[in-house]
C-alpha cells in the first residue's frame, strides 16, 4: 500500500503541475538558472519588475494554493538572486517557475535622476524626500484566468476501476500599491477570488477569497511602522502574519524593533486569534566596503489558545556575507520543546558559492530540519538532513549545471536517498532564434528509483513569447511502478498596452494517469 500511496501523490502532483505553473497572479515565467546553497538564481529581474527586496509568490501544486515564497536579494536587467521566506520547498535547476510579484521593498518612485548620487545607497530618507515632486501613486495589475483539467487514473495492479474525474477554476487576482497617500502612508495589497468545481465536489472550499498580504506602511524618518497582514524581513522564518512591526534604523549600521500580532488560518489563510504571537529582534548591516554583511537575531514566541497546545518559543539567527563573487549564507533556528523543556536545533542551513575559474563556480549547502508543529500535541517528531555539492558553467547565453543530493529522514520506512542531477538553459540561439532548457535527475532510495526529465523550447515572436516543454516521469518500487508522458505548449502575447494574455494547454498519458489541460488568462498592468 506504500507503493500505491506514493504512486498516487506522483499522480496528483503529475496532473496538476501545469494547471497550478499558471493558476495564480502570475504575469511573467522565469527559468532556475542555478542554486547557489540557499540562493536560487532566476532568469527574470527588473525588466518584469523584480528588484530587490521583492517578494515572489511561487505557485503551488494544486492549482490552487501556493508552495512558498522568496524574497529578492538582488537584481539586474535580466537576473535576480532570491532566497526563501518562511520554510525551504523543493526547487529543481533548470525548471520553470510561474511567479508573482506579491510585494515589492518599496512601492515609493525612486528619487529624480537629477537630485539623486548614483554612487550613494539607496536609502528609505531618499525615497521620503522624493514624496514632494511626486505624490500619490498606484500601480499593480488585475487579473482573470479559467483553467479546466480532466483526468482518468487506472490502477489495474491494484484492482481499482478507472476513474474520471473534472476540475475547474475561474479565479479573479488583484495586486494594488498606493504609495506617498496623505500623510506619508504607503498601501499595498495581494488578494484572489475562485471559484474551484470538481468532480464530486472533493476540492474543498468551492469558493474563498484569500489575502496573501494587506499593509499600511509609514516611516518617521529612521522608524519603520506597519499595520495589516505582513512579512517581518528580520524573522523571516514565519512568514506572513496579521498585526503590527516596528524598525528603528535605516539599511546600514545597527537596528533593533518589535512586531506582534497572530498567526492566519493554517486552512483558508483567514484571520484567526487562535493563535497569538510576538517577536523581537536586532539587526546589523555594513555594505560600506568590499565585503557585505547582513546578520539578524530575533526572538519568537507564539501562544495557542488551545489548553491542549504549548506555548511556542524559538530564536532565529540568518546572515550572509559576500565578498566579490564569493556568497555564504547561514540562518538557524532554535526552539524549545514543551515535552521536555530542553532546547533544539530545528532548522539549521549554511551554503557557499565559490567561484573556481572562468565562469566554473562551485555551490555545496547543508541543512537540517526537525519541523515544529505548532498545533500538534508533540510538536517536534522527524529529523531531516540534506547535502548539496555542484558544480556550474556560465557562458554568454547559456547555463549549464550538475550536481549531487544526499537526503536522509529519521524514519525508518524511508531512510537514505542519493539524487543526482543535470541540466542547462541556452538562451535564444541562431537556430531559428530557438532557446534550449533541459532538465534531468535520478533518485535511489534503497532500489526505490525516479527518474525525472524535462527538454524544452523557447521562442520568442516580437512581444509573443512561446514554451513548448515533453516530461518524462517514471517511478519503481518493488510493488509498482508508475510512468507518464506530457507535452505542454504555453503562448503568451500583447493584447494591448500594458495588457496581456496566455493560453496553455496540456496532454498528458501514461498506463495509471491520463490528462487533458487548458488555461486562459489575461492580465492588465496599471
Not at 160 to 178: G, H, I, K, W, Y
Not at 410 to 425: A, C, H, L, P, V
Not at 486 to 505: C, E, N, Q
Request: charged content about 20%.
Amino acid at each position: 500500500m506504500r507503493a500505491a500511496l506514493r504512486a498516487v501523490l506522483a499522480c496528483v502532483g503529475l496532473a496538476v503541475s501545469v494547471t497550478a505553473a499558471r493558476a495564480q497572479d502570475a504575469p511573467f515565467e522565469a527559468q532556475v538558472e542555478q542554486i547557489a546553497g540557499s540562493d536560487i538564481y532566476l532568469g527574470a529581474g527588473t525588466d518584469v519588475g523584480v528588484v530587490t527586496g521583492s517578494i515572489l509568490l511561487v505557485l503551488g501544486t494544486d492549482g490552487q494554493e501556493e508552495v512558498g515564497r522568496l524574497r529578492v536579494i538582488e537584481a539586474t536587467a535580466r537576473r535576480s538572486i532570491t532566497t526563501f521566506v518562511g520554510s525551504p520547498f523543493a526547487v529543481t535547476r533548470g525548471a520553470t517557475l510561474r511567479l508573482r510579484i506579491e510585494a515589492s521593498a518599496d512601492p515609493r518612485p525612486p528619487a529624480p535622476a537629477a537630485a539623486a548620487d548614483a554612487d550613494a545607497p539607496a536609502t528609505r530618507a531618499t525615497a521620503s524626500s522624493s514624496r514632494a515632486s511626486y505624490g500619490p501613486r498606484v500601480s499593480g495589475s488585475l487579473g482573470v484566468s479559467f483553467d479546466a483539467r480532466e483526468t482518468m487514473t487506472s490502477w489495474d495492479e491494484f484492482d481499482v476501476d478507472e476513474v474520471e474525474r473534472q476540475f475547474s477554476t475561474p479565479m479573479l487576482a488583484l495586486r494594488f500599491a498606493a504609495a506617498e497617500l496623505p500623510g506619508g502612508i504607503d498601501f499595498r495589497t495581494n488578494l484572489r477570488a475562485s471559484y474551484r468545481s470538481s468532480t464530486g465536489d472533493i476540492v474543498r472550499p468551492d469558493d474563498f477569497v484569500r489575502v496573501y498580504s494587506l499593509e499600511l506602511r509609514k516611516d518617521f524618518g529612521s522608524v519603520q511602522a506597519s499595520l495589516g497582514r505582513i512579512y517581518n524581513p528580520y524573522e523571516p522564518m514565519s512568514g506572513y502574519f496579521d498585526g503590527a512591526y516596528v524598525h528603528v534604523g535605516g539599511r546600514e549600521g545597527f537596528g533593533a524593533g518589535a512586531a506582534a500580532g497572530i498567526r492566519p488560518s493554517r486552512e483558508n489563510g483567514g484571520i484567526s486569534d487562535s493563535i497569538p504571537r510576538y517577536s523581537l529582534f536586532a539587526n546589523y548591516s555594513d555594505r560600506s566596503g568590499p565585503l557585505r554583511y547582513d546578520v539578524a537575531l530575533s526572538y519568537t514566541q507564539e501562544m495557542p489558545k488551545s489548553d491542549l497546545l504549548s506555548t511556542h518559543s524559538y530564536v532565529g539567527l540568518t546572515q550572509t556575507l559576500r565578498a566579490g563573487p564569493i556568497r555564504l549564507r547561514h540562518s538557524m533556528a532554535v526552539d524549545r520543546d514543551p515535552t521536555d523543556d530542553s532546547w533544539k536545533v530545528s532548522r539549521f542551513l549554511l551554503g557557499a558559492s565559490v567561484p573556481i575559474a572562468g565562469g566554473l563556480a562551485a555551490h555545496a549547502r547543508y541543512s537540517l530540519r526537525q519541523p515544529y508543529r505548532v498545533t500538534e500535541i508533540v510538536p517536534i517528531t522527524y529529523q531531516r538532513d540534506r547535502g548539496n555539492l555542484g558544480l556550474t558553467y556560465t557562458f554568454s547565453t547559456a547555463i549549464v549545471g550538475a550536481d549531487v543530493t544526499a537526503n536522509d529522514l529519521t524514519d525508518d520506512n524511508i531512510g537514505k536517498s542519493w539524487t543526482y542531477s543535470g541540466w542547462f538553459n541556452l538562451s535564444e540561439t541562431s537556430l531559428w532564434k530557438l532557446g534550449f532548457t533541459g532538465n534531468v535527475s535520478y533518485r535511489d532510495r534503497d532500489g526505490e528509483t525516479v527518474i525525472y526529465a524535462v527538454p524544452g523550447l523557447t521562442r520568442r515572436f516580437g512581444a509573443t513569447r512561446a514554451r513548448l516543454t515533453y516530461t518524462y516521469y517514471r517511478s519503481e518500487e518493488p510493488a509498482a511502478a508508475f510512468t507518464t508522458h506530457a507535452g505542454d505548449l504555453a503562448v503568451d502575447f500583447p493584447l494591448g498596452r500594458r495588457l496581456r494574455g496566455t493560453l496553455a494547454g496540456q496532454v498528458q498519458r501514461g498506463p495509471q494517469l491520463s490528462a487533458n489541460a487548458v488555461y486562459v488568462s489575461v492580465w492588465w498592468a496599471f
